[in-house]
């Protein structure tokens, strides 16, 4: 199998370029809703796909808070809420660094490809200005479709008219990773950061 140089560099965003914990926002409203049972709360939400909805866009926030505050007899108010739900990120220094570092080399074109929901993205370009840079974006609440599913990336590269055999995807999730890779896309499985950048370097010098 020949392999082509990389041109287009794909970025997935939670535990890539910022690392997440969702029990954060269970565990916090928990915390401040005394009676609620954290476990209950977190089944509910995905018994009934109601993650899958906000990330396709298929439910709006205040709906998703409506239901919650109906079943959960939730006293905190909205604005309350969305901040506890969207205040479940940090930082990733080595990938802060590494993309402020590629964002100057003018031969690739970068791209964010993320399952993720408004709230959430606005968090993050807040309060972690580094992923500002990636500002060719394909977001799942935007297009109706999420990772794993091979259409998003297709769309991606469709829409930007990129070739899957110059183009990398780094991306955390096993699943994603598996489905660019059948589209003939490279692909990183980014779990340890040293590993990954040993990766990284070899896939670039690629001819």
């Given at each position: 199998?020949?392999?082509?140089?990389?041109?287009?560099?794909?970025f997935?965003?939670?535990?890539?370029?910022?690392?997440?914990?969702?029990?954060?926002?269970?565990?916090?409203l928990a915390?401040?809703?005394?009676?609620?049972n954290?476990a209950?709360?977190?089944?509910?939400?995905?018994s009934?796909?109601?993650?899958?909805?906000?990330?396709?866009?298929?439910?709006?926030?205040?709906?998703?808070?409506?239901?919650?505050?109906?079943?959960?007899?939730?006293?905190i108010?909205?604005?309350?809420?969305?901040?506890?739900?969207?205040d479940?990120?940090?930082?990733?220094?080595?990938?802060?660094?590494?993309?402020?570092k590629?964002?100057?080399?003018?031969?690739?074109?970068?791209?964010?490809?993320?399952?993720?929901?408004a709230?959430?993205?606005?968090?993050?370009?807040?309060?972690?200005?580094?992923?500002?840079?990636?500002k060719?974006?394909?977001?799942?609440?935007?297009?109706h479709?999420?990772?794993?599913?091979?259409?998003?990336?297709?769309?991606?590269?469709?829409?930007?008219?990129?070739?899957?055999?110059?183009?990398?995807?780094?991306?955390?999730?096993?699943?994603?990773?598996?489905?660019?890779s059948?589209?003939?896309?490279?692909?990183?499985?980014?779990?340890?950061?040293?590993?990954?950048?040993?990766?990284?370097?070899?896939?670039?010098?690629?001819?």
């Amino acid at each position: 199998m020949i392999k082509y140089k990389v041109r287009n560099i794909i970025f997935d965003l939670g535990n890539t370029l910022v690392f997440f914990d969702h029990t954060y926002f269970v565990n916090g409203l928990a915390e401040r809703e005394k009676h609620l049972n954290a476990a209950k709360f977190r089944k509910y939400i995905i018994s009934n796909k109601f993650d899958i909805k906000l990330l396709t866009g298929r439910m709006n926030h205040k709906e998703f808070f409506r239901k919650l505050k109906k079943k959960f007899d939730l006293k905190i108010g909205y604005a309350d809420f969305i901040y506890f739900y969207s205040d479940v990120f940090w930082e990733n220094p080595n990938m802060k660094r590494l993309l402020e570092k590629i964002s100057r080399i003018k031969k690739y074109k970068l791209y964010l490809l993320s399952n993720t929901d408004a709230p959430h993205m606005n968090f993050i370009d807040k309060n972690f200005p580094y992923v500002r840079l990636l500002k060719t974006r394909v977001l799942s609440y935007k297009v109706h479709m999420y990772k794993p599913q091979k259409k998003i990336f297709k769309y991606l590269l469709e829409k930007y008219k990129l070739e899957p055999c110059s183009t990398l995807l780094i991306d955390d999730m096993k699943d994603n990773i598996k489905s660019a890779s059948s589209l003939g896309m490279n692909v990183i499985h980014y779990k340890v950061h040293k590993k990954f950048m040993s990766e990284f370097s070899r896939t670039l010098k690629m001819k």
